[in-house]
T-cell receptor, first 112, second 115 residues
């Protein structure tokens, strides 16, 4: 069965520091992988996606993620965090990008 | 384009009441789905549809009913609400069921409280 693990429930980083959010997945075939962000009281916004090809993918707001098949991971990174990045981040895996299975989410706090 | 529109945004029900959460998309998407979001559990798939007249169960379908009479609309019905159905519900759609290039577009969510 498909599953997604986000090991960190909460992460706190200082503004301007680098960020890495971890995501590990279990999937029987080549996965379609996503990162979404949710600000408080809002819907989900797509940050980036991986379907095939280059394993380092760029997204919006300066985020990037690297697909590592050998480690079943798809970690999200940002070189310098801004206060506006405080939100909840979800990793997801699915077939054709539709029937997504989501991780439990990581809440990012940014301290000034 | 409005995208994916959900109504109502907020709803309070008493145990045993029924209600329908509405979802409409204006992007001519084939695929539509409903998720529920609970703290610490991420989003879980309730039901989905790959086209008008076709629906199927997701991970947590019990207590919910769906139908897809048109391409645009995909309502979610709670037949007899229970406190365990207190949650935030998201409707999502995508262009095509068989293409690897799908990306889900989410609605803004409907917060339901069952007393």
């Amino acid at each position: 069965a498909q599953s997604v693990t986000q090991p960190d429930i909460h992460i706190t980083v200082s503004e301007g520091a680098s960020l890495e959010l971890r995501c590990n997945y279990s999937y029987g075939a080549t996965p379609y992988l996503f990162w979404y962000v949710q600000s408080p009281g809002q819907g989900l916004q797509l940050l980036l996606k991986y379907f095939s090809g280059d394993t380092l993918v760029q997204g919006i707001k300066g985020f990037e993620a690297e697909f590592k098949r050998s480690q079943s991971s798809f970690n999200l990174r940002k070189p310098s965090v801004h206060w506006s990045d405080a939100a909840e981040y979800f990793c997801a895996v699915g077939e054709y990008g539709n029937k997504l299975v989501f991780g439990a989410g990581t809440i990012l706090r940014v301290k000034s | 384009n409005a995208g994916v529109t959900q109504t109502p945004k907020f709803q309070v029900l008493k145990t045993g009441q029924s209600m329908t959460l509405q979802c409409a998309q204006d992007m001519n998407h084939e695929y539509m789905s409903w998720y529920r979001q609970d703290p610490g559990m991420g989003l879980r798939l309730i039901h989905y549809s790959v086209g008008a007249g076709i629906t199927d169960q997701g991970e947590v379908p019990n207590g919910y009913n769906v139908s897809r009479s048109t391409t645009e609309d995909f309502p979610l019905r709670l037949l007899s609400a229970a406190p365990s159905q207190t949650s935030v519900y998201f409707c999502a759609s995508s262009r095509d069921r068989n293409s690897g290039a799908n990306v889900l577009t989410f609605g803004a969510g409907s917060r339901l409280t069952v007393l």
